[in-house]
C-alpha cells in the first residue's frame, strides 16, 4: 500500500523551520537533554553555563514580506500565498537555515508557491514556466527542501520581480514497472518512504538511502547528484539513473531508455547533478534492484586512525565492494559506543543472491593484518531464514539508530546555542592524509577562535578504489546571539572550504553546490566548463529564470 507523504498530510505536518515532522521535534526535557550530552562529552563540565532553549517559532508570529507579485487567474488553482506555504519553502535544512528560522527572520520568503497537479503535470509546468519568463520571475523547483547548502532559499538578484517556489509533492508515484528490465519510470516527487513502499510488493528496490530519505524527493536525488547509504559500487543517485522527463523553458526532453551507450555526452548527466538550474525533472526511469536477504556485517576495533585508514584502502581496492565500510574515527566513534581512543570500522555486505560471508571473511583478514580487533561475536550473518537483519546491531545498529534520528537532535542543539553542522568531500588516497590534517588543523584553529572551544570529527562515508570520501561533523558552544553565531559558522565553513580546495579535495562529495559553495565552485570547476555550462543553460532556458544564484549564473536580462 502505497503511504502519502506531503508537507501537509491529514494528521501531520511538516515543521516549517526545522527537520522532519512537526510532532516529532523534540520536546524541551529532551532538547535539554541532548544539550547537556554534547556538553559532557566535550568535556566541559561548565557549571552554570547558559543552555536555555530558543522557543520554536509559530507560523501567526510570523513577519512575512507582501508578496510582490500575484498569479494570473489560469494558475490561481495551483498557487498560494499562505503563509505557512512561503515559510515552508524559505529554507532547506542546514544549520544557517534552522538558526534563522528559529529567529524569525523571513525577509526571503517566496512570494508564492506553486503546488503543480500530477494529472496536468507537464500542462500546469508549462504554464508557470511561461508566466514565470514574461515576467521575470525566478521559478525554484522544489523536492522535499532538505538541501543543505542553499538551494531551494529564493535569494536571486534584484533584477528580478518575484519569487515562486514550484514544489513537485503532488507529482508523486510509480506509473510503470519493467520487471524483465528491472527498472521504473517513477515521478519525481515520490519521497523515499513512498518510493520504497512502492516498490516492496514487487520484491525491488531503488537502495538508495540518503540520510534524509524520509523526507527527501527522487527529482531532488537527482538533481542534486546524492549520496545514499552504501559505501562502494552504487554511491550516488547517477548510477541509477536510466532516463528523464524535463520539462525547461525552452521545451521539453525525453531521453532514450538505454542500459549504456556511447552515443556522445549523455543528455542525461546534463540535468543530473543541474540543481534546478536547467530543467525540471518531472519523471525518471529508474535502474533497481531485488532485495537483499544474504547479509553480514561486523565491527572492527583499531588503535591507530592510520592503520584503519589503510584497512579501509586496501578493502576498496579488492574488488570485495562492501554495502557498508563506514570508518568512524574516535571522536565520531563515540556515538557508536567507542570510548574516545579507537577508530571503528562498521563493514556490511548484502546480496539479494548469493551469500556473503566470503566478502566478509575476506575483509576482516585485511583489517586483522592492520592490527584491527574483531573478536567473533561481532560478527553478524543472515541468510534468507534468520530472523534479526544484521547491521542492525552492536556498533552498526546504534550507530544506524543514532544516524536516523540525528537531524531531530541537531535542532535541539541549535535552540540551545550550538554551533553544529557537517561538511564533507572526495580526494583521492595519496592526498588523504594530507588533507585530513590540513582540514582539522585548520577548522580546530577557527573554532578555538571564534567559539574557544569544540570538536571536529570524521567519518568516511564512501570509499572508492582510488579515494575516500571524508565526512565532517563540528559541535562547539556558540554565542547566544544567533546573529553572531551565524558569524561564527560562516567563519569555520570558510576555514574549511578553503582548506578542502587547497589540499586537492572536492567542495562537495554530495551536498552539491547550491548558493553556499557556488564561490568554491567557481574555483574548483575550469572557467571554460562552467562557459559552457552557462551557454546550455542560455539554450534551455533562455530567459535566466530557473533557479538564478544556484550553481551558475544566469544569462543577463534581455
Ligand atoms: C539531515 C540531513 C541529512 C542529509 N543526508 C544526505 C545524504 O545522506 N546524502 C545526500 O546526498 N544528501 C543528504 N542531505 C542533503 C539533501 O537531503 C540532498 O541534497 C537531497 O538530494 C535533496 O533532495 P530534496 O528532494 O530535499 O531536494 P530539495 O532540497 O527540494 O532541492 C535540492 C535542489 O534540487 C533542485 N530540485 C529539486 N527537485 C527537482 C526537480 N524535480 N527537478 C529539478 N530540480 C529539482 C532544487 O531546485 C534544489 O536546487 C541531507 C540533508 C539533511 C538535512
Given at each position: 500500500m502505497e503511504r502519502s507523504v506531503s508537507s501537509t498530510d491529514t494528521h501531520r505536518r511538516r515543521s516549517f523551520w526545522g527537520w522532519g515532522w512537526e510532532d516529532e521535534a523534540l520536546d524541551d526535557r529532551a532538547a535539554g537533554n541532548i544539550a547537556a550530552a554534547a556538553i559532557s562529552r566535550m568535556g566541559?563540565?561548565?557549571?552554570?553555563?547558559d543552555t536555555s532553549l530558543m522557543a520554536a517559532p509559530k507560523v501567526e508570529d510570523l513577519d512575512l514580506p507582501e508578496s510582490r507579485v500575484s498569479p494570473p487567474d489560469h494558475l490561481g488553482a495551483i498557487v498560494t500565498a499562505d503563509p505557512y506555504e512561503r515559510a515552508s519553502h524559505t529554507y532547506g535544512k542546514s544549520f544557517r537555515d534552522v538558526l534563522r528560522a528559529l529567529i524569525g527572520e523571513f525577509r526571503n520568503a517566496p512570494d508564492l508557491v506553486a503546488l503543480p497537479r500530477k494529472e496536468r503535470a507537464f500542462a500546469d509546468l508549462e504554464a508557470l514556466l511561461d508566466w514565470c519568463a514574461s515576467n521575470r520571475i525566478a521559478a525554484i523547483p522544489y523536492g522535499g527542501g532538505s538541501s543543505v547548502v542553499g538551494g531551494i532559499e529564493p535569494v536571486v538578484p534584484d533584477d528580478y520581480r518575484g519569487t515562486i517556489s514550484i514544489d513537485l509533492?503532488?507529482?508523486?508515484?510509480?506509473?510503470?514497472?519493467d520487471s524483465a528490465s528491472r527498472a521504473a519510470l517513477i515521478?519525481?516527487?515520490?519521497m523515499g518512504p513512498r518510493l520504497e513502499e512502492s516498490l516492496r510488493p514487487h520484491g525491488l528496490t531503488l537502495r538508495h538511502f540518503p540520510q534524509s530519505f524520509e523526507f527527501s524527493s527522487l527529482g531532488g536525488w537527482i538533481a542534486t547528484r546524492s549520496g545514499g547509504h552504501y559505501a562502494t559500487l552504487y554511491t550516488h543517485i547517477d548510477d541509477f539513473v536510466e532516463s528523464l522527463e524535463v520539462i525547461t523553458p525552452g521545451g521539453d526532453i525525453v531521453t532514450r531508455r538505454l542500459p549504456g551507450s556511447g552515443a556522445g555526452p549523455s543528455p542525461d548527466r546534463l540535468f543530473i547533478g543541474s540543481e534546478g538550474t536547467l530543467g525540471i525533472i518531472v519523471k525518471a526511469w529508474m535502474r533497481l534492484q531485488r532485495r537483499p536477504v544474504f547479509r553480514a556485517s561486523a565491527d572492527v576495533r583499531f588503535e591507530s586512525f592510520e592503520d584503519a585508514v589503510e584497512a579501509v584502502r586496501q578493502i576498496s581496492q579488492a574488488?570485495?565492494?562492501?554495502a557498508n565500510c563506514r570508518l568512524l574515527d574516535p571522536t565520531e566513534a563515540i556515538l557508536a559506543g567507542?570510548?574516545?581512543?579507537v577508530s571503528i570500522l562498521v563493514l556490511g555486505f548484502e546480496s539479494a543472491d548469493h551469500p556473503v560471508e566470503f566478502g566478509i571473511s575476506r575483509a576482516l583478514e585485511i583489517a586483522r593484518d592492520l592490527r584491527g580487533v574483531c573478536p567473533p561475536e561481532a560478527v553478524r550473518i543472515q541468510n534468507r531464514d534468520t530472523a534479526a537483519p544484521a547491521g542492525h546491531e552492536g556498533a552498526a545498529g546504534s550507530w544506524r539508530a543514532a544516524f536516523l534520528r540525528a537531524p531531530y537532535g541537531r535542532d535541539a542543539l541549535v535552540r540551545a546555542g550550538f554551533v553544529t553542522e557537517t561538511f564533507e568531500t572526495a580526494v583521492t588516497w595519496d592526498a588523504f592524509f594530507d588533507l585530513h590534517s590540513t582540514v582539522t588543523r585548520e577548522v580546530k584553529a577557527a573554532i578555538e577562535g571564534v567559539c574557544g572551544d569544540g570538536w571536529i570529527a570524521c567519518r568516511f562515508t564512501h570509499v572508492y578504489p582510488d579515494g575516500p570520501a571524508p565526512y565532517y561533523t563540528v559541535v562547539a558552544r556558540g554565542h547566544r546571539d544567533p546573529r553572531s553565531r551565524l558569524a561564527q559558522w560562516d567563519e569555520i565553513k570558510s576555514a574549511a572550504s578553503e582548506a578542502l580546495l587547497k589540499a586537492g579535495g572536492t567542495i562537495t562529495h554530495h551536498h552539491s553546490i547550491g548558493r553556499d559553495h557556488k564561490r568554491w565552485y567557481e574555483i574548483q570547476a575550469p572557467p571554460l566548463y562552467r562557459e559552457a555550462l552557462r551557454s546550455a543553460k542560455a539554450a534551455l532556458d533562455p530567459s535566466g529564470i530557473l533557479n538564478p544564484g544556484a550553481l551558475i549564473d544566469p544569462p543577463p536580462p534581455r
Open positions: 566541559g563540565a561548565e557549571a552554570g553555563s509533492r503532488n507529482l508523486a508515484g510509480i506509473e510503470e514497472i515521478y519525481a516527487g515520490t574488488g570485495l565492494f562492501p567507542g570510548d574516545g581512543n
